[in-house]
């Protein structure tokens, strides 16, 4: 069966953004996004939440065309555009694009049946609502937090809504000369 992956900037008080959904704290450099490679290179489904597809989306498919584009653009564009993807949208859903995907409301089955499918990992960037929904229904396996140094003080929290107990295993620790920490976790089921 195939996992979900989660990955989330959060700042060291738990948040993924600011009150505004202001993203300007995040650290990001070459060693973060090789080490973030590592889980996209072993997918092949995106997942998203809309404003995140839609950020997303009108960036990373002409990103690695530009004259000035690095490696990780490059890369990163060549892997959005090949891979399918899928938008968690109450108001998108049922619409059509190349590739992608639209969900609404009632995805819960829909998901589990990706996941049933053959394949690579799926993972899910940022896209801290949907997260929170599939955490919700028991269908994110691994979390990947990146911490940055940073407390925000108020913001989108990471585990908002969360009721019940989600025990987690800590499976990798890692520190980055920027002052980030990642943490990779697995969620025992």
């Given amino acids: 069966m195939r996992k979900i992956v989660s990955f989330m900037h959060v ?12 993203m300007n704290w995040i650290k990001v450099d070459s060693e973060i996004f090789k080490y973030a490679g590592e889980a996209t290179n072993a997918s092949d489904l995106a997942l998203y939440g809309r404003n995140t597809w839609e950020m997303m989306d009108s960036y990373w498919p002409t990103a690695g065309d530009k004259p000035n584009a690095s490696d990780h653009d490059r890369e990163h564009s060549a892997w959005y555009n090949k891979v399918e ?22 995805f819960s089955a829909e998901i589990r049946r990706y996941k049933e499918q053959p394949g690579k990992d799926i993972v899910i960037f940022g896209s801290p609502r949907a997260t929170h929904s599939l955490m919700k229904e028991g269908l994110v396996d691994q979390v990947w937090l990146f911490v940055n140094p940073i407390l925000l003080g108020k913001g989108i929290p990471m585990f908002d809504g969360i009721e019940d107990r989600k025990p987690l295993k800590l499976v990798t620790d890692v520190r980055f000369p920027s002052g980030v920490i990642a943490l990779k976790y697995e969620v025992l089921h």
Avoid at 11 to 22: K, T
Avoid at 85 to 106: N, Y
């Fill in 11 to 22: 700042s060291l008080d738990m948040f993924v953004a600011g009150p505004q959904g202001e």
């Fill in 85 to 106: 993807k899928i938008v968690l949208s109450r108001t998108m859903a049922g619409q059509e694009r190349p590739k992608t995907t639209f969900l609404g409301d009632k």
